[in-house]
């Protein structure tokens, strides 16, 4: 069982035990982000905290352990920030496309390319679970995306959604390869805001292409 999904299904912990675990999920993050797998270390990563190695080992098996749980992370955040906006009823289709891409480019302004490059080589398999984490996601948010546009006359019908949304996902695995990051010179967030822009720009019908141009301009 992989070590992300046996950490979510732990015991209930006191609200103590949490605030740690999150501390440590945040200070990690950072630094995965910013110095990807093979260099991530459970002992700057104690000192960073200012906390002894034994302690991190209380609440996380290890290295995979801490870094699969951070992936599992990003993938809640970004259900929720997607489930927030998806129910707002002020919002209109493009309103909540807008939010969306802006809470996304927040999320990924700090991964570097590299970053995602050095986790396929060294850890496939938390590579394979972040690969994963989107393929849950991107039907869930992109899916109902789409629906609410075709329900308001602003998404093509001819094009089913089930296509679509495969179409995109595939996209964007393909695009979110640190090869290809590296090789087209765009930043994670640079890449996903332009395949959801390009994606969108051939789904939407005349008036989806108005209020698209109104609200998102090149």
Same mark, same amino acid.
Do not use: W
């Given at each position: 069982m992989p070590a992300a999904i046996s950490a979510s299904r732990r015991s209930p912990v006191s609200a103590e035990t949490a605030a740690i675990r999150a501390r440590i999920l945040q200070q990690a993050q950072a630094d995965f982000f910013t110095q990807g797998y093979s260099r991530f270390t459970m002992d700057q990563l104690a000192t960073e905290l200012g906390m002894s190695k034994k302690t991190l080992y209380v609440h996380f098996a290890g290295k995979d352990e801490i870094i699969g749980a951070v992936i599992e992370g !990003? *993938? %809640?955040g970004v259900r929720a920030d997607a489930e927030k906006i998806l129910r707002a009823p002020e919002l209109n289709f493009v309103q909540k496309l807008r939010g969306f891409i802006g809470c996304m480019m927040e999320r990924l302004a700090r991964l570097d390319p590299r970053t995602l490059r050095d986790l396929q080589r060294f850890a496939p398999a938390l590579f394979a679970r972040l690969d994963e984490v989107r &393929? #849950?996601?991107?039907?869930?948010?992109f899916g109902r995306l789409v629906a609410e546009g075709q329900a308001e006359g602003l998404v093509r019908t001819d094009v089913p959604a089930g296509f679509a949304i495969e179409y995109f996902l595939h996209a964007i695995q393909g695009l979110l390869q640190g090869p290809v990051l590296e090789r087209l010179q765009l930043a994670p967030r640079e890449a996903v805001? #332009? *395949?959801i822009d390009l994606f969108f720009r051939g789904l939407l019908?005349?008036?989806?292409?108005? #209020?698209? %141009?109104? !609200?998102?301009? &090149?």
């Amino acid at each position: 069982m992989p070590a992300a999904i046996s950490a979510s299904r732990r015991s209930p912990v006191s609200a103590e035990t949490a605030a740690i675990r999150a501390r440590i999920l945040q200070q990690a993050q950072a630094d995965f982000f910013t110095q990807g797998y093979s260099r991530f270390t459970m002992d700057q990563l104690a000192t960073e905290l200012g906390m002894s190695k034994k302690t991190l080992y209380v609440h996380f098996a290890g290295k995979d352990e801490i870094i699969g749980a951070v992936i599992e992370g !990003l *993938g %809640e955040g970004v259900r929720a920030d997607a489930e927030k906006i998806l129910r707002a009823p002020e919002l209109n289709f493009v309103q909540k496309l807008r939010g969306f891409i802006g809470c996304m480019m927040e999320r990924l302004a700090r991964l570097d390319p590299r970053t995602l490059r050095d986790l396929q080589r060294f850890a496939p398999a938390l590579f394979a679970r972040l690969d994963e984490v989107r &393929r #849950q996601n991107v039907p869930f948010i992109f899916g109902r995306l789409v629906a609410e546009g075709q329900a308001e006359g602003l998404v093509r019908t001819d094009v089913p959604a089930g296509f679509a949304i495969e179409y995109f996902l595939h996209a964007i695995q393909g695009l979110l390869q640190g090869p290809v990051l590296e090789r087209l010179q765009l930043a994670p967030r640079e890449a996903v805001a #332009q *395949g959801i822009d390009l994606f969108f720009r051939g789904l939407l019908t005349p008036a989806g292409h108005k #209020q698209y %141009e109104k !609200l998102l301009p &090149r």
